[in-house]
C-alpha cells in the first residue's frame, strides 16, 4: 500500500518570502503521479502542480515548483514571492498510474503567509 | 467553462433523515470520486465510479450509498445522517492516463 507523509502540520512565511513544503512517500510502483492540491479555507480543492514519476525533470508553475527525489522518496513544494493567497491547507497526493485507482492524500499542511 | 459543480453548496438536515448530495461535469471524465473531509483533515474516499463501475471502499459504512445515472451526473445518499457524518462532501473526477483529478466546490453537510 503507498502512504504520503507530510511532517509539518502548520508553517508559516512572509509575504514575498519563500518556503518549502515537505513531503514523502512510500510505494513499491514504479510508475505514477505526484500532485500538490491547495485548498483555502472554506474553498474549493485546486491542482497546484503534478510531477510524473518518469520525468527527471522538476515540474514548475509559475511561483511553484517541486524538487522531487525519485530515490529518496521525497517530494517538496517551493513557494516563492509568497503571498496572501496563498494562505491555505496544502495537500501531497499520489496516485498510480494505473487509470482509475484513487489519489492517497497526506494529511496536509497548514501554510499562513503574513503580512 | 468545463467544470465540476456539486448542489447545494450547503446543506443541512436533520438526524436519521435521508439526504441526497449532488454532483455533475462537463468534463465528460469516466471516472468519478465522492470524498468526505472533515475540519482541518485530509479528503478521505467514500467510492468511486469508473464509467458505471462502482467500486466501494472498505471502511465506507453502509449509511452511504451512491449513483451514477450517466456520465454527467454522480448522487451521494445518505440514508440516516448521523452528527459524525456531518462534514464536507468533495466529488472529483478524472480521465484514465489523465490520472489528474478536478475537484468541485464541496458540499458542507451540517445534521442536526
Known amino acids: 500500500a503507498q502512504t504520503v507523509t507530510q511532517s509539518q502540520p502548520e508553517m508559516s512565511v512572509q509575504e514575498a518570502e519563500t518556503v518549502t513544503l515537505s513531503c514523502t512517500y512510500d510505494?513499491?510502483?514504479?510508475?505514477?503521479?505526484l500532485f500538490w492540491y491547495k485548498q483555502p479555507p472554506s474553498r474549493q480543492m485546486i491542482l497546484v502542480i503534478r510531477?510524473?514519476?518518469?520525468?527527471?525533470q522538476n515540474a514548475t508553475e509559475n511561483r511553484f515548483s517541486v524538487n522531487f527525489q525519485k530515490a529518496a522518496k521525497s517530494f517538496s513544494l517551493k513557494i516563492s514571492d509568497s503571498q496572501l493567497g496563498d494562505t491555505a491547507m496544502y495537500f501531497c497526493a499520489f496516485v498510480r498510474f494505473s487509470g482509475n485507482t484513487p489519489l492517497v492524500f497526506g494529511k496536509g499542511t497548514r501554510l499562513s503567509v503574513i503580512a | 467553462d468545463a467544470m465540476v459543480i456539486q448542489n447545494p453548496r450547503y446543506q443541512v438536515t436533520q438526524f436519521g433523515k435521508p439526504v441526497t448530495l449532488s454532483c455533475s461535469q462537463t468534463l465528460n471524465h469516466n471516472v468519478m470520486y465522492w470524498y468526505q473531509q472533515k475540519s482541518s483533515q485530509a479528503p478521505k474516499l467514500l467510492f468511486h465510479y469508473y464509467d458505471k463501475d462502482f467500486n466501494n471502499e472498505a471502511d465506507t459504512p453502509d449509511n452511504f450509498q451512491s449513483r451514477r445515472p450517466n456520465t454527467s451526473f454522480c448522487f451521494l445518499d445518505i440514508r440516516s445522517p448521523g452528527l459524525g457524518d456531518a462534514a464536507m462532501y468533495l466529488c472529483?473526477?478524472?480521465?484514465?492516463?489523465?490520472?489528474?483529478?478536478?475537484f468541485g466546490p464541496g458540499t458542507r453537510l451540517l445534521v442536526l
Open positions: 510531477q510524473e514519476a518518469y520525468k527527471q
Open positions: 472529483a473526477t478524472s480521465s484514465p492516463g489523465a490520472e489528474t483529478q478536478y
Open positions: 510505494t513499491s510502483e514504479s510508475n505514477y503521479y
